[in-house]
């Protein structure tokens, strides 16, 4: 017979449950910070997608972010915060450039990583014209990035190349 009176013994089976929880919450590292939450770091990626008749036209959506407070970013972009995309074509000895954007799109935003100030561009363009920057022969691979240009009051101009898209691009 048991000399523990059932409450108590209830109270100390959820005590030792809530103690397992807690030990293995401890036991789980951390997870990193995300790149885009350290501030003042550039993010970018790129992605292209086949768009028109013929799927000749190309559409380059290029979403980068500046690590920030809502509030900075609010600021900046009030404050003549400018960003601009250049497209390049990726080669082992000289990368050269393909396309200068006209200025991107700001905006302040808060996502699961914080906040930011995020830079948006989405021109479209002739794949064959703009992105075939490797025509030496016919069913070659073409290495698109992007640029990212960010300038404004009281930080130093920062650049970051996005991911790299291989593929043809021919017509």
Same mark, same amino acid.
């Given at each position: 017979? !048991?000399?523990i009176k059932k409450p108590v013994a209830e109270r100390i089976a959820r005590l030792i449950a809530g103690l397992g929880v807690a030990v293995a919450a401890v036991a789980v590292p951390a997870t990193p910070a995300q790149a885009d939450d350290i501030p003042g770091k550039l993010t970018a990626h790129l992605t292209i997608t086949r768009t028109g008749p013929?799927? !000749? %036209?190309? =559409? &380059?959506?290029t979403l980068a972010k500046v690590g920030m407070t809502n509030a900075q970013a609010q600021y900046l972009v009030g404050n003549g915060? =400018?960003? $601009?995309? @250049?497209?390049?074509?990726?080669?082992?000895?000289?990368? %050269? $450039? &393909?396309? =200068?954007?006209?200025?991107?799109? &700001? !905006?302040a935003g808060s996502d699961r990583n914080g906040g930011g100030l995020i830079i948006l561009s989405h021109p479209t363009l002739n794949c064959g014209k703009? &992105?075939?920057e490797d025509d030496v022969y016919e069913?070659?691979?073409? @290495?698109?990035?992007? =640029?990212v240009i960010f300038e404004a009051p009281g930080y130093s101009r920062m650049t970051k190349n996005t991911n790299v898209v291989q593929t043809s691009f021919e017509l």
């Open positions: 017979m !048991s000399t013929g799927l !000749s %036209n190309c =559409k &380059l959506v915060a =400018k960003a $601009r995309i @250049e497209v390049w074509g990726d080669d082992p000895v000289y990368d %050269n $450039r &393909l396309y =200068k954007a006209p200025d991107a799109s &700001l !905006s703009y &992105l075939d069913g070659d691979e073409d @290495e698109i990035y992007v =640029k």
